[in-house]
């Protein structure tokens, strides 16, 4: 079992303790429904001697791993932490409460009931290393609609706790059922940046992985990573967290599966368009040694 540091001591991929550090804030969305925390204005009827008046966030720092690049919050939340922040994730109330901080994710909801056109790339990438149709897990698929193979497989099994209606074809599942199946894909896509403990994670999938089974994990390339490619000086340049917690290198996943017995058969980057922005994701294919 990995560490549980509520405040990050060491990295969340090697678990090295090299980690260099620099102030940020916590997006006030995010604060709020973590913390309970609101921005608030310090202003001269507050009577303070030693405060600068001006506006005050929730803050914490950017950090680091010196040896394999990983970038990410120091706050690790707790459980019960996590379930405040996704409650609900993406209902009436959840868009209407981040609309009120951030006025432009108007622009971002429609977009989320709609599938994603790169997940036939991923597919066709995927397809030469699997059966024509393959048995499939989505670990933390929500309704299946971005699950690879959605619409040629022998069976889709879903592995999430949002509980909402899935697409036609796909199978709700628990650890139970997961450990008495054999598949031939198990894929985990844009999960790990929002988790505050990604190795803990990614060996909870383990029994589902057996010696034929191919493990995709995907996350997003994120721009700050793109654009300084191989730095190990970026924390002066993130001075922001939202929902995306950690920003993953290449060298960061292939450290994060080695130390859980499993080996990178190919990395996938793949520029992607999703309606309100650009990116990349990428993509580690892994298999046990």
Known sequence: MVNRELIARHCICCGGDQLQRSPAVLMPFVALRVFGHEPVEITADWGLRDL???????????????????????????????????????????????????????????????????????????????????????????????????????????????????????????????????????????????VSYPQELVERMLPAVGPGTLLYLEVPHEALVREHPGSLELVPLKRHWHEHVNFFTEAAMRRLLERLGLEVVDVLRLPVDLGWTRGEVLGVLARRV
Do not use: K
């Not at 791993?65 to 120091?74: I, P, R, S, T």
């Not at 868009?95 to 790169?118: L, M």
């Open 52 to 194: 600068r008046q001006g506006m005050a966030y929730t803050l914490c720092n950017s950090l680091q791993c010196q040896e394999c690049g990983a970038l990410f919050l120091d706050y690790r939340f707790t459980d019960e932490q996590m379930a405040a922040l996704y409650h609900n994730y993406r209902d009436d109330l959840y868009n209407n409460q981040r609309i009120r901080f951030e006025p432009g994710y108007v622009n971002v909801v429609q977009h989320y009931h709609q599938r994603a056109a790169y997940l036939d790339a991923v597919e066709e990438w995927l397809a030469p290393r699997l059966p024509a149709a393959p048995a499939v897990l989505d670990w933390g698929g929500d309704s299946g609609i971005n699950s690879p193979f959605r619409e040629r497989n022998r069976l889709l099994h879903i592995h999430d706790i949002s509980g909402v209606e899935l697409v036609s074809g796909a199978e709700r599942v628990d650890l139970q059922r997961i450990g008495q199946t054999c598949y031939d894909l198990v894929t985990c896509s844009q999960v790990l940046e929002h």
